[in-house]
C-alpha cells in the first residue's frame, strides 16, 4: 500500500471570534475542515503555497460553512463533503456520507495517503459528523469533532438529546488516548471553569487550567477523559444535568 513520506500536516485557521477552521495538507493540495468563512482560509492557503482539493463540514452551522460558497468562487468547484443527514443545509454539498452512529466508517475519500474514516456524532445537531483520518497500517491519529467535543467541554444540544450526546462523546473517547482531537472554537479556559465547578477537587483538571495556552487546539483522548465533565459523565442523565447547568453558568 502507499504510504506517504510525509504524514499530512495540519493548521488551525482561526476564524471569526473564536472559531477554527483547519487545513490538512501535504506537497501543494489541502483538504479544508469547517470553513467558517472564506477570507482567512484564502490567506492561510495562499501564504502556505497551497491549492484546495475539497471541504470536509462537521455540521451545517454557518460558522462551520459561511466560507464555502467564497472558496468555490474563488478556486473553482471542489467536493463538499457532510453527514449524509445534512442535505440541502450544507452550501455545495456533493458527497453525503452515510456513515453510522455505532463505529468509524470507511467514506472512500482519502487524503494524502490517509483513510478518511468518519461516525455520525448526534447530539449538537442530528447529523454532526467527525471526520477521521488513519495512515496504512495504523490505528485513528487526527480527529476533527466540529461542535461535539470540545476542549473541556461539549456543544449545546440543538438537535439532540442529552443520550446521543453522551453516546457521540464515548464513542469519541474510545479512541486510543494520544488521539488528535481537533475542534471547532476555542471555548478551553471558560470550559475549564465550569469543570472545576462540577469536579473541585479533580486535580487534573486545575492542573489543566493552570497552563493553558492561548490555543489549545487539538487536545487529545486522553486528557478529555481525565478533565472534560461531559465526557466525564456516568451516564445521559449525568451528562443532560452538567449541560442544563452550563448552559446557565457565567
Ligand atoms: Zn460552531
Ligand atoms: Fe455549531
Redesign the pocket.
Known sequence: MYRPAVPPTITAVPCLRDNYAYLIHAAEHAWIVDPSESAPVIAALDALHLRPAGILAT?H?P??TGGIDGLIARFGPMPVAAHALDRGRVPQQSIFADVPSTAFASTGLEIAGCEVLAAHIPG??RAAIAWCLRAPGDEIADVFT??TLFAAGC?RLFEGTPAQMHASLQLLCSLPDTTRLWF?HEYTAANLRFAAAVEPDHAPIAARAATLPPCTTPTTVGLERATNPFVRAGDADVLGERRAAKDSFR
Open positions: 455540521h452551522h460558522d462551520h449538537h445537531t466540529g461542535d456543544g471547532g
